[in-house]
């Protein structure tokens, strides 16, 4: 069965960088794209990003662009997104999410970022 | 950006109830509408994609409809499992967007 398990929770400080991992299993990884989304306490859903598993070829979102970085491992069936720069407001939970043409049909289990100092 | 409003916010209802929540886009979007169901401490769930298609496996009391600007959520029967905050989300275009979320309560 289709599986997106990402890596557990982090602590970071104001200015830091985070990397959150999300590890495809069940399909062929480089078959689907994978995007990223986060939702910050009390807050919709927003999109970040998101990276052609099989070419590398990604796109992001305005709000987050020069500070996010998607890549993929292909060899490892992995995805991963770094934040930089951090600061309070990007304390949230990040999932990864396989995307199948127009929807996200499976999701990792969400990945907690807290930004403290 | 493509903007998304949903309504209302929050309703309650009683298990049985016939529920609708609306989600209107700032511009067309022809049908690239999904609904996502999210409880506490959980991802996402897809429910209903390209505005009226259902998901495999989601019960066949939800349904969605709509095209261009306006489209609805519909679960003819209130069921407990149902309680759960609503999202729609376009795939138009990027950015990808969401709305605010609909929380079904109770009553």
């Known amino acids: 069965q289709v599986q997106l398990v990402q890596s557990g929770a982090e602590v970071k400080k104001p200015g830091a960088s985070v990397k959150v991992s999300c590890k495809s299993s069940?399909?062929?990884?480089?078959?689907?794209?994978m995007h990223w989304v986060r939702q910050a306490p009390g807050q919709r859903l927003e999109w970040m990003g998101w990276?052609?598993?099989?070419?590398?070829?990604?796109k992001y979102s305005q709000k987050f662009q020069g500070r996010v970085t998607i890549t993929r491992d292909t060899s490892a069936s992995t995805a991963y997104m770094e934040l930089s720069s951090l600061r309070s407001e990007d304390t949230a939970i990040y999932y990864c999410?396989?995307?199948?043409?127009?929807?996200?049909?499976?999701w990792g289990q969400g990945t907690l970022v807290t930004v403290s100092s | 950006d493509i903007q998304l409003t949903q309504s209302p916010s929050s309703l309650s209802a009683s298990v049985g109830d016939r529920v609708t929540i609306t989600c209107r886009a700032s511009?067309?979007?022809?049908?690239?509408l999904n609904w996502y169901q999210q409880k506490p401490g959980k991802a996402p769930k897809l429910l209903i994609y390209?505005?009226?298609s259902l998901q495999s496996g989601v019960p066949s009391r939800f349904s969605g409809s709509g095209s261009g600007t306006d489209f609805t959520l519909t679960i003819s029967s209130l069921q407990p499992a149902d309680f759960a905050t609503y999202y729609c989300?376009?795939?138009?275009?990027?950015?990808?967007?969401f709305g605010q979320g609909t929380k079904v309560e109770i009553k």
């Open positions: 989300q376009q795939s138009y275009n990027t950015p990808l967007t």
């Open positions: 069940g399909y062929t990884f480089t078959s689907y794209a």
């Open positions: 390209a505005a009226s």
């Open positions: 990276i052609n598993a099989d070419n590398g070829n990604t």
């Open positions: 511009q067309s979007i022809s049908s690239y």
């Open positions: 999410a396989r995307v199948e043409v127009v929807a996200a049909t499976y």
